[in-house]
């Protein structure tokens, strides 16, 4: 765990400014919950609402640490933050991981239909691509280097791909080196892709954007691994969604091939890693040293 440092502390105020921008630029973007069709629309404002925004927050950290200016991070944060919203939106469906709860409040298929939910995704998927078509801060070779990174990490190869593999697993014990390639793309991939378009946005030369990938690789490994021990450890009505969900379905876990100290060892080793990637990228690293703090202390 490193020591907070005051450029860390002064990220950290500067935290509610970046959430309050990206609220800002998700609602101007958004189509208004009285457009035609009403019904779909009040639904993916609903899907978007809460949360933790932390996808987004890489955006800036990484931007910052960069020398990026806010505005030109706004549809990419806004971006990434559409996509995992749809994907959650998709893996509560009941065809998938059939969840009552999302953010302490009733799923979308829950709070309207399924058939609903599934077109919400496909609305908030479709919409992130083209808020950064439109993203008037950023040329066109930019756009198109973002909208290409989001698209992959977000496919088959990446988000869904993982998504995939996680539920032909259900019943299957599978190794260590299995368990971190299936979620470095169900969870890695949209968590590595935000320190990507952060670099597109700063023009970063290539050793700096191989750093980058290399400090998000490890954050969305230590999440994975921290969020199997926490739903290990919590209840319902500390995670804000169903607990114990892997467990039911009879998953492999990270807790359950490592034992839960080993895994939290394994958390906290990768959380050190990219603390020492950050350092070594030209610029202040203080936002992304105050993000890989924030995720390690987080207890839901």
């Given at each position: 765990?490193?020591?907070?440092?005051?450029?860390?502390?002064?990220?950290?105020?500067?935290?509610?400014?970046?959430?309050?921008?990206?609220?800002?630029?998700?609602?101007?973007?958004?189509?208004?919950?009285?457009?035609d069709p009403a019904r779909l629309h009040q639904a993916?404002?609903?899907?978007?609402?809460?949360?933790?925004?932390?996808?987004?927050?890489?955006?800036?950290?990484?931007?910052?640490?960069?020398?990026?200016?806010?505005?030109?991070?706004?549809?990419?944060?806004?971006?990434?933050?559409?996509?995992?919203?749809?994907?959650?939106?998709?893996?509560?469906?009941?065809?998938?991981?059939?969840?009552?709860?999302?953010?302490?409040?009733?799923?979308?298929?829950?709070?309207?239909?399924?058939?609903?939910?599934?077109?919400?995704?496909?609305?908030?998927?479709?919409?992130?691509?083209?808020?950064?078509?439109?993203?008037?801060?950023?040329?066109?070779?930019?756009?198109?280097?973002?909208?290409?990174?989001?698209?992959?990490?977000?496919?088959?190869?990446?988000?869904?791909?993982?998504?995939?593999?996680?539920?032909?697993?259900?019943?299957?014990?599978?190794?260590?080196?299995?368990?971190?390639?299936?979620?470095?793309?169900k969870t890695g991939a949209l968590i590595l892709v935000?320190?990507?378009?952060?670099?597109?946005?700063?023009?970063?030369?290539?050793?700096?954007?191989?750093?980058?990938?290399?400090?998000?690789?490890?954050?969305?490994?230590?999440?994975?691994?921290?969020?199997?021990?926490?739903?290990?450890?919590?209840?319902?009505?500390?995670?804000?969604?169903?607990?114990?969900?892997?467990?039911?379905?009879?998953?492999?876990?990270?807790?359950?091939?490592?034992?839960?100290?080993?895994?939290?060892?394994?958390?906290?080793?990768?959380?050190?890693?990219?603390?020492?990637?950050?350092?070594?990228?030209?610029?202040?690293?203080?936002?992304?040293?105050?993000?890989?703090?924030?995720?390690?202390?987080?207890?839901?």
């Open positions: 765990m490193s020591l907070i440092s005051p450029e860390v502390s002064a990220f950290h105020a500067r935290v509610p400014a970046y959430l309050h921008r990206l609220e800002r630029t998700t609602d101007a973007l958004l189509p208004p919950a009285g457009a993916i404002r609903y899907a978007c609402e809460g949360g933790k925004h932390l996808r987004a927050l890489m955006v800036y950290a990484a931007g910052e640490t960069l020398g990026v200016a806010p505005e030109l991070l706004d549809p990419a944060a806004c971006a990434v933050e559409l996509i995992h919203a749809y994907s959650l939106v998709h893996d509560d469906l009941p065809g998938m991981d059939n969840d009552d709860l999302r953010r302490g409040r009733p799923t979308v298929h829950k709070a309207y239909d399924e058939a609903t939910a599934i077109l919400v995704g496909d609305a908030l998927q479709t919409f992130a691509f083209e808020v950064l078509a439109n993203a008037g801060a950023l040329d066109a070779e930019q756009k198109v280097r973002m909208i290409r990174s989001l698209a992959h990490a977000s496919g088959s190869l990446g988000m869904v791909g993982g998504q995939a593999v996680d539920m032909a697993s259900e019943n299957l014990t599978l190794s260590v080196a299995q368990l971190e390639s299936l979620h470095g793309r935000t320190c990507q378009l952060a670099g597109i946005a700063a023009r970063a030369p290539d050793a700096v954007g191989h750093a980058l990938e290399r400090y998000g690789k490890c954050i969305g490994l230590a999440f994975q691994i921290q969020d199997d021990v926490l739903d290990q450890v919590a209840d319902t009505a500390t995670l804000g969604k169903t607990a114990g969900k892997d467990q039911a379905q009879h998953k492999s876990t990270f807790p359950s091939l490592l034992g839960l100290d080993q895994a939290r060892q394994r958390a906290d080793a990768l959380f050190d890693e990219a603390r020492e990637v950050a350092r070594s990228i030209p610029g202040n690293a203080a936002a992304l040293l105050w993000l890989a703090d924030h995720i390690q202390q987080r207890d839901h």
